[in-house]
């Protein structure tokens, strides 16, 4: 099985603990639909504020099954990324975009089923000068998103995983699934989390 | 057929285009649900902090078809208007509200089908003074709406239009849309937008 | 019929007004989804920034029926609450949770039908260092809420209600609804908010 | 020696430590010129967003040698409080203004040597509607200020100490300050705090 | 005398009281140094975000006296001008920048007396693509800039005034310091501002 | 001559235009006093939120001459760094301190003459857990630190540089100020920047 078909078996949160508390994006970074997933490696793109030509480019220059990753220098109030674009990308097999900014669209973009995950949504149209940088190393709030990194994202957030360490991650979330269903088991008999951990020896019940 | 009808037809995000990327409210101001749909021409109001009496007369005092677009000296968290004053203008034949701030009683907004544009929800009640401005020109974000002015808005965002360009609007959006489905052929034919636009030329494929 | 029963009757809006504009909690703490509704006594908690083990020997020591409303520290960015905790919480019949600060896992909260009401999503990890405060007053945005304290949440926010004026919150607040009722009926038939409060008199009409 | 005259030794931040890390006032309210100090008892305010009346009662009604504390609902972006007032309050002995809020005239208040805390300076002129509360409760960010607690601001910020604590508070300060010199001593020779405190065991050195 | 001179012996908070309350800039912009003032006719300026071309154009178009002002899309975290820019435009006779956004070079401004109103300080560079407008009105915060309007600035913040309305403002602004000099009198006789405006028959002494 | 004091020559903006616009810290951090300027090589912090023992820590460990760069978590709110921490890091030849977040004591550290660069100051105290990591790559704003990165700091902010880049930022930042001078000679002869640049040419005088 391949590494994103064994990555889209868990939530964003579970790898994010998984890797010992690692990758989270930016939590203003939410899916357009609340039942949107997405799981790829990132092909990244750095823009101007604004200005959306660097990812005309990355839809065109990833590979299928690529999640296009983007920072905007910041600025967030601008539609980088519409309808057309998702017709585009979806076409070419990108697996979805996780933007540091915003888009628009939405309903269209719904409609076809390509994932989006933004800032939010803002109409504000985009300029063309196209300077920035593709596929290099991007920051997303307190973490740096390589080339070929994995991204997974769903309606809690999204994380990013060093392609060094995907199989740790794959290991490590599926050992936490299985002690999170134990402690679930016990939970529903009525004990408390602070039982089944022995904090309550530390705290009394 | 007349000009909100047609102005009916198109995205926010396209008639914002359509004049040169002009007339974009913030983007935190989103329908409260986001099927809701919103166009008309502009009753203006400005609103003291936290004060809602000018609310009250707007929608008393707009002709039917209108839209109220209100200022709120940039305080947010009040709610400004419920369900009561959505009954109201509902029942005048108000089309809607497009508010720089909050409002409460979404679900009996909703389930009346009254169309409200708001930065969010906020139960803080307001005060009755009654200071400001009636069907003035307003400051919302990064443009001026003027009386008159037509609005529409989408679960993308509100553009405002000035009444004099209106037919250009019209026209423009009509021109965008043509464009748009030719170039959603191409796109669905495995072309990207860099070919497309012929910048493979610039930046190579 | 008891306190919990009796408020849970009233919108948080109208609860907030029937007190004299008292009580409502930060407008960013809204439901995970808007069909979520919460009423009951408040176990209160402050946290560490990022910590949650306090969270986990709330909900051990709540009393059925009762809501854990939560501070952070004013550090929100921080997934202080997920499935597992809502698990164990409802298991022990705790009525939901008001947190000043992010939660994850949504969509099993969701299934499992536990009221959350946050700032939003975060995937990002906790510690489980311990300090702060269980059942002390906390302060939430302008109000202070003290152990014990009701409140009431909607999808247009939360409000809190002291102990002590909780009979007077249920009075007036059905004395509101009438009179609110009253004016209803005047607005369908074409009368506006200025006309029936006796505003048009300053104004004119 | 009188309360206030003993609080004047320290400084904010030491008493916040004092009593256990409790009191720091919002840490945007800073004094509009560093050099200024303020102490002595509360009088509180609490105002309609942009409205100032309640700040001339204010000063007219408080003892000399009290400060002001005063919340203005959230509202900022308002000058509350100007070279008029504080000649006013100067002349009446107040001691100072400490407000969740901005102000204007700096030059001519620094000039006269009316110590000002404040988020900030705006010219943007207030209203005269006067609704809001004198000397009752009010909310300063994380803390509640009760009329008569003591308030000691200078460079760093601000804490407010309850009257019930203000001999705790100076005893403790006191033995800090001791403690700190004892600490200086060893920092002077060499030693690094981790040595100091002993946590070279824990670390290593 | 010239209106220039006339409007240079009044605050920004005068003037925008002299109007009723009109044309506060964002209260975030203020001067470098808080010895700086500023005042003349505006050259108005409108860039794309982090682009700076167009305020090289703009101190080689505008008159000796007028004060470039700027928006520059909502972009913040630039410098858009630095100590060079500063030189040329100094040279010129240009009377100063007014900038809703970052500057750098802070010494060397202050150094040589070019007073620069700003959101900041930031050393972040900007491009040269050079979109935008040029002279044609912006919007600053609550309201629109016009060429050719006055625009005063000081330590408290910046107001525009109409060039229209600059008779007015001068008059307005007199009259308001005499009567401020009468309040100030009768201050220093030990009255409260409450009975000076007659407020204690309201309110009670 | 050594790196650190060629470096010191240059301004932080400088040094950021030379490597084609890198390195620039979130523009938020400000020396504690305008006069303030810092320069040499990272010992890299992350601390949890509101938590300094890795502070403390990081004085004793790093070597003279260092600079220690810190990031809190995104908590900005403490007061993480004092007087004490000053004078033991001073005593041991520290050559300043970088935190994206606030400090304390800022009387007593300007008048010890040790540089602090933070986003402002706060009295709020810390806890003692010391989670967090030591010497490792930190993430401040767009920018990655690695431990013996140079950081240059002056009022108008802070300028990362790697270390395998300083002798490149040393020659371009000369070449860069030859450059400006030559600019500057024209600038006071009258000539604008468009003319200088052949802007003019573009775009008309």
């Given at each position: 099985m391949d590494y994103t078909t064994a990555l889209s078996a868990f939530s964003a949160a579970t790898l994010h603990e998984a890797l010992g508390?690692?990758?989270?994006?930016?939590?203003?970074?939410?899916?357009?639909?609340?039942?949107m997933r997405v799981c790829g490696t990132a092909y990244t793109v750095s823009t101007m504020p604004r200005d959306n030509v660097l990812l005309h480019r990355a839809y065109a220059y990833a590979a299928p099954g690529q999640v296009i990753v983007a920072s905007c220098s910041g600025f967030f109030e601008a539609g980088y990324w519409g309808d057309l674009m998702s017709l585009g990308a979806k076409t070419r097999g990108i697996a979805g975009l996780v933007i540091d900014g915003c888009v628009r669209d939405a309903d269209d973009i719904e409609a076809m089923g390509f994932p989006v995950f933004s800032r939010g949504l803002c109409i504000r149209g985009t300029t063309n000068f196209g300077e920035g940088t593709l596929n290099e190393p991007v920051v997303m709030g307190e973490w740096v998103v390589n080339p070929g990194d994995y991204v997974v994202g769903d309606r809690d957030g999204v994380v990013v995983i060093p392609a060094a360490r995907v199989e740790e991650a794959i290991e490590k979330a599926q050992a936490r699934e299985l002690r999170e269903e134990w402690v679930r088991t016990q939970l529903r008999e009525g004990k408390t989390s602070i039982q089944i951990y022995g904090w309550d020896k530390t705290y009394g019940y």
């Open positions: 508390r690692y990758g989270n994006l930016p939590s203003a970074i939410k899916p357009i639909h609340p039942g």
